[in-house]
């Protein structure tokens, strides 16, 4: 790790007062050692929720015993590693935070929001891609991970001044792309939307987790499964996911494009245009549906 413990310290004070968190109250970060290799370099644990040490995530006894105090337990709590420079780290800081923000808005939709992200990825193992090189290009089109990019692209470019161009083709780069502003209010109609390209990884997953479909929709807000309806019945949003998931690239298109994300543009451009489709049709509605 790149960044000291000061000046990661200093960073959380600022990430918390960015996203609107009292630091070390309200949100509490724990650091772990080692580097995150294939895995997730950052986490976001709900407040409520038991904290354990596993493979993945190996917190120390006396940070599992601390997260889950009576004092801490209902804290939104962070844990990180493996940062290559301060800029990434307070990317990665803000990033989770605004996760937090978006449990705060809406406990339902940010239990069921990573629905899409399965769906998706059940789709896409169907699809039998050729390469899953740089395919994470796919998964930063969940709006509530464009969001926390968002959100992390806002505070770096703000403290640090614009990314450079190593920064921006980096595997880092979806922390400082994009820093247009977030709309919380439209969330959940985008997470349905996102949700509605991949139908057949929705049924998937609403298996997966015994609860009917209209179940877990109703975590999308009351009309829900309305806007659901309405999408379904238009064959052209599948259509979208399904393009997408049929031009993902070759191994050796991925080997010989500047970055592997450039090799994925056809499938993240089919999956924007599908987005861009299914939201216009959502907030087309009168009266307009009420999501969470
Ligand atoms: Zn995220």
Not at 25 to 49: C, F, K, Q, R, T
Request: aromatic share 8%; charged share 25%.
């Amino acid at each position: 790790m790149k960044v000291s413990p000061g000046e990661l310290g200093d960073l959380w004070l600022l990430a918390c007062e960015d996203a609107g968190f009292k630091p070390n109250a309200e949100a509490v970060l724990y650091v772990v050692n080692g580097d995150a290799d294939n895995g997730s370099p950052a986490i976001h644990i709900e407040p409520g929720s038991a904290v354990g040490a596993d493979e993945e995530w190996p917190l120390r006894p006396n940070q599992v015993e601390d997260a889950n105090s009576p004092i801490r337990r209902h804290s939104h709590r962070v844990a990180v590693r493996d940062f290559g420079s301060p800029r990434v780290a307070l990317g990665r800081l803000r990033h989770e935070l605004e996760h937090a923000r978006q449990y705060e808005r809406s406990a339902p939709l940010y239990r069921r929001m990573a629905a899409g992200r399965y769906a998706l990825a059940r789709e896409f193992e169907l699809c039998e891609p050729p390469s899953r090189k740089g395919s994470g290009v796919l998964y930063n089109l969940l709006p509530f991970e464009e969001d926390a990019n968002r959100a992390a692209a806002r505070l770096t470019d703000i403290h640090f001044g614009p990314a450079t161009e190593s920064e921006l083709t980096s595997t880092d780069a979806p922390l400082f792309r994009d820093d247009a502003a977030i709309e919380p209010d439209t969330l959940a109609l985008r997470v349905l939307a996102f949700s509605a390209l991949f139908p057949e990884g929705m049924a998937w997953v609403a298996n997966k987790n015994k609860e009917p479909l209209n179940t877990l929709l109703l975590h999308f807000g009351d009309d829900a499964q309305l806007g659901w309806d309405l999408l379904y019945a238009k064959t052209e949003i599948r259509d979208y996911g399904r393009a997408a998931l049929s031009q993902c690239p070759s191994e050796s298109v991925i080997d010989s494009s500047p970055t592997p994300a450039v090799a994925w543009s056809p499938s993240k451009e089919r999956i924007q245009e599908g987005k861009a489709t299914a939201e216009a049709v959502l907030g087309a509605q009168r009266p307009p549906l009420r999501l969470n």
